[in-house]
């Protein structure tokens, strides 16, 4: 008797040690709810592609229904939030299929409460004006005066920006500025900031040569800068900013790219005099692609020709991503008309009743493009001569001649392509077929 009140003394003893533990960790670890959404939101435009991770660098979330997307007013809670190039991002779980998921969304197509950053401090640039400052996060706020007078910001204005906070899916900044010799504090939209972010300091590219290749500025008044990037001041003489006219024509030297943007180093003439300068690509039509220094210098830049100009495609934001991704992945060491006619095969292919007929479809097809085999596709980053290969391709320029099909020159797959198909254009270490 005596030896079995003392067995049960020892079980309640280890039970009593294991809900201790447990507790501990618990505690440590934080518990399976301590970390539950304080907040939620709402879809306000769908079907929106869940990610997997913050941004469009992200591929989009697959189940065994397809891809993860929430239809319009689906609910969803609110875990955490990034600011990715000037967009909130979320951090959301949600119900699907009776299971709890996990994902990324854009702010944008959300419509949460608000949240407040702290330590978004930073520098940042106004891209149009004037902007109004008002003296809270958002447009219900009054716009700020002084001295009876609105204060507003022009385009290129610089400030410092203090926190940052979520509106109805809007990054508004909280920011100070100086106003006729005074530091003032105010808040204003991020759609119309341009925030230095860390990445915009340095730069894992340096300055390529480029020789010589002329451009024209596609918008105006375009800010000349003093280096490569917004975090460098506009340039000016006799006290007056460095700004091009819209069509104003200018020489590109060297380029470096800056957060994934191509900016140029520039000369050009203002008032009769020469000037070197720095500019978004963004903002340049350069009329020869030279952006690769050693096709540069092999003469292999010409303007492409032999175009067929057919009908402008509509895609999607994703369609549109995904297909900049691919033209990279496969092309994005090669010339501009070779990058524009990857993009026609994939767009021929969605035409012909032999291949799915949506981007996202032709691309993932199993077999066809290596670079989703290999995940390559979700790791590149297009740069500006991909990006205009993939805008020339959906406005209809077609220099492939229909081709559905292209392979390198060098592969062993020529010789079989050629057994079963019409080869109809060549380009650089391409071949193609149709």
């Known amino acids: 008797m005596m030896k079995k ?12 040690c294991v809900i201790c533990l447990a507790g501990i960790f618990t505690a440590i670890l934080g518990g399976g709810k301590a970390n539950a959404a304080s907040k939620t939101g709402k879809v306000t435009e769908g079907p929106l592609n869940v990610r997997k991770g913050y941004g469009t660098d ?36 949600f119900t699907r299929n009776g299971k709890e998921k996990t994902g990324y969304v854009s702010g944008k197509y959300v419509s949460a409460g608000e949240t407040t950053i702290s330590g978004a401090t930073g520098s940042a640039t106004v891209t149009e004006g004037p902007l109004n400052v008002r003296t809270g996060y958002g447009t219900s706020y009054d716009v700020l005066t002084v001295n009876g007078s609105r204060v507003q910001l022009a385009a290129g204005e610089k400030v410092t920006t203090l926190e940052s906070k979520s509106v109805s899916g809007t990054t508004w900044y909280k920011i100070e500025f100086t106003r006729d010799g005074k530091t003032l504090t105010g808040y204003v939209s991020g759609a119309y900031l341009k925030v230095t972010e860390s ?24 800010n000349v800068r003093t280096g490569y990037g917004t975090s460098y001041d506009i340039m000016t003489v006799n006290g007056s900013r460095v700004q091009l006219a819209k069509g104003s024509r200018v020489k590109t030297v060297d380029y470096k790219k800056v957060s994934g943007t191509t900016w140029f180093k520039i ?15 963004a903002f340049l039509d350069l009329d020869e692609e030279k952006i690769d220094s050693k096709k540069a210098a092999t003469g292999d830049s010409t303007e492409p ?9 509509k895609v999607t934001e994703d369609e549109y991503d995904l297909l900049k991704r691919i033209v990279h992945a496969e092309a994005g060491d090669q010339s501009l008309k ?15 009743s032999r291949f799915p007929n949506t981007i996202r479809a032709v691309i993932y097809q199993s077999g066809q493009f290596s670079p989703v085999r290999s995940g390559r596709i979700n790791t590149v980053k297009p740069d500006a001569t991909t990006i ?14 229909g081709a559905l099909f292209f392979c390198m020159k060098t592969s062993s797959s020529v010789a079989n392509f050629e057994k079963y198909h019409e080869r109809c254009a060549e380009e650089g270490d391409h071949v193609f077929f149709k």
């Open 267 to 281: 000369q050009f003439t203002k008032n009769g005099e020469k000037l070197t300068g720095y500019v978004s690509g």
């Open 388 to 401: 205009k290969a993939v805008d020339e391709a959906l406005t209809g320029a077609d220099y492939s001649n």
């Open 58 to 93: 992200y591929s989009v979330m697959t189940d065994g229904s397809g891809r993860v997307q929430l239809a319009k007013g689906t609910k969803v809670s609110i875990l955490d939030s990034k600011k990715v190039s000037g967009t909130t991002w979320y951090k959301v779980s």
């Open 338 to 352: 070779g990058r524009i006619m990857v993009a026609n095969v994939v767009l021929n292919r969605v035409a012909s």
């Open 199 to 222: 990445s915009d300091d340095t730069s894992d590219d340096s300055p390529s040569t480029i020789t010589g290749a002329n451009a024209t500025v596609t918008e105006g008044p375009l």
């Open 5 to 16: 009140r003392m067995n049960r003394a020892v079980r309640l003893a280890l039970v009593l």
């Open 305 to 313: 020709s032999g175009e067929k100009k057919g009908t402008a495609i």
